[in-house]
């Protein structure tokens, strides 16, 4: 065989097994939606944002039910939102200077109130507040002329509605338990994401979120996901599906999440166990001070370095960061989580491209770091110095050389013939938060292709 065609059949090998690896039950993605599901593995590093009526309570999104308030009182919020210093442009401008390529909003949270002119209820931004403005178009445009993706996370569960099949979640709001009704509420559910998903033009991502509220139910609940999963792909075949089940993925999802947790762990406890890492892009989702939404007692914020240490450990696991803020109610980004989206953005403008479009690590992250992983490149990230200068690390390939990451400086090595094992003596340098060796390897292995 000719070396040209060795590499056709050899890529068309890889396709085959790729498309095989994605098809998860019966579902196959469509060439867009793997086509977006790489894009979203390049972006690394995205912006959840908890905002809602609940931010006017400054008590978090769970207030309506943590707080056992009856619904109607809690509504009347409502009536006074008016958030005036709310500007779409400021806060992806503050965002994409933070290096962050994508911003996941909450379009409805679990109190049922919607953020954009819905006309399945009046119980929304446009039509329930002083404000009367569409935060989801403004956003959308913000987004899209700026070239940072928006992605709608939407809650399964509702607090605030009777038709939905109560679970365990959200029972002293006042409801009327003989009105449940899960063909209304679903269809409902379904015409709001066909709002959603034909209005504001290209949606990255659905997140959804509240599974767990029926994970007791005696009789296990079927939400229909399929059903729902084919709508928002038949309205945007490359919009990525993911849900916060915290269990494994299920057809027709594109990306798995995780909660508070590196993939595959479960210190969070959300579920009993850890959901089996899968082969589809990642996301750990994180919030920067404790809480989602706005809440005004919570003022106990990550360091920078802390946070760039967990972007840089998420990204050696081969996940997205989805970095949490809670607007205030006044429409502005609190300034403490300004500062970080700054700082953390001074470090992307230098390291970005140790972290963007990088692939796991040759190992995944370890007490001194991580490692990231280009064709030809390995980056390792140290972030804790090691106790005797060196760093001992499996290196998938053969070393050419390694640098200190952004200089010519050599870093010395040693890795004998057929040993992955590799040994660097690491430069002395500054306290750093993160002290970055660029390896340079001679061989591109398939898993890079
Ligand atoms: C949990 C919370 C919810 C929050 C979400 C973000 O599921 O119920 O309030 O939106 O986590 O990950």
């Known amino acids: 065989m000719t070396k040209k065609l060795k590499n056709i059949v050899c890529g068309f090998m890889l396709t085959l097994f790729s498309m095989n690896a994605m098809a998860q039950g019966n579902y196959t993605p469509t060439p867009e939606n ?73 379009s409805r949270h679990h109190d049922g109130f919607s953020m954009w002119k819905t006309d399945e209820s009046d119980y929304n931004i446009v ?52 009105k449940q009704n899960w063909a209304s509420y679903k269809q409902f559910m379904n015409n709001q994401l066909t709002e959603l998903l034909t209005r504001y033009g290209e949606i990255g991502a659905i997140w959804f979120d509240g599974y767990w509220d029926h994970n007791q139910d005696s009789v296990p609940f079927d939400w229909e996901l399929r059903e729902q999963y084919n709508l928002i792909h038949r309205l945007q075949p490359a919009c990525l599906i993911g849900n916060n089940h915290h269990e494994e993925v299920k057809p027709g999802e594109d990306i798995q999440i995780f909660e508070r947790d ?16 899968s082969t589809l892009p990642l996301e750990t989702c994180e919030t920067m001070n404790g809480m989602w939404g706005y809440k005004v007692t919570d003022q106990d914020y990550k360091s920078t370095d802390g946070l760039i240490r967990l972007l840089v450990h998420t990204a050696g696991m081969g996940a997205n960061l989805l970095l949490n803020i809670g607007p205030q109610p006044n429409g502005e980004l609190p300034a403490t989580a300004l500062q970080r989206l700054k700082e953390m953005g001074e470090w992307m403008s230098k390291y970005g491209s140790t972290i963007y479009n990088t692939k796991a ?88 292709l």
């Open 34 to 106: 793997l086509q977006a599901r790489k894009a979203f593995k390049e972006m690394r590093f995205g912006i959840f944002l908890h905002w809602g009526i609940y931010s006017m309570f400054g008590q978090g999104e769970w207030y309506l039910q943590n707080a056992n308030i009856d619904r109607n009182e809690y509504a009347k919020a409502a009536d006074a939102f008016y958030p005036h210093r709310f500007n779409a442009w400021e806060w992806v401008r503050a965002i994409k200077e933070a290096g962050a390529q994508y911003i996941c909003l909450t």
């Open 127 to 178: 039509d329930a507040t002083p404000f009367k403005r569409d935060v989801i178009k403004e956003l959308a445009d913000a987004c899209h002329s700026k070239g940072v993706k928006l992605h709608l996370y939407y809650s399964h569960l509702d607090w605030m509605r009777e038709d939905y099949p109560l679970g365990r979640t959200g029972l002293q709001t006042g409801r009327d338990p003989q």
């Open 361 to 448: 690590g040759d190992v995944p992250p370890q007490p001194w770091g991580a490692m990231t992983r280009k064709p030809l490149k390995r980056y390792l990230h140290i972030t804790h110095s090691t106790a005797d200068g060196t760093l001992t690390v499996p290196i998938d390939g053969i070393v050419r050389d390694a640098l200190v990451y952004g200089t010519n400086q050599k870093v010395s090595f040693k890795q004998k013939k057929g040993n992955p094992m590799t040994t660097f003596t690491i430069p002395p340098h500054e306290d750093v938060v993160d002290y970055i060796i660029e390896v340079r390897v001679t061989e591109v292995h398939p898993y890079e």
């Open 262 to 277: 590196l993939p595959g762990q479960n210190t969070a406890g959300f579920a009993d166990h850890a959901a089996e890492v």
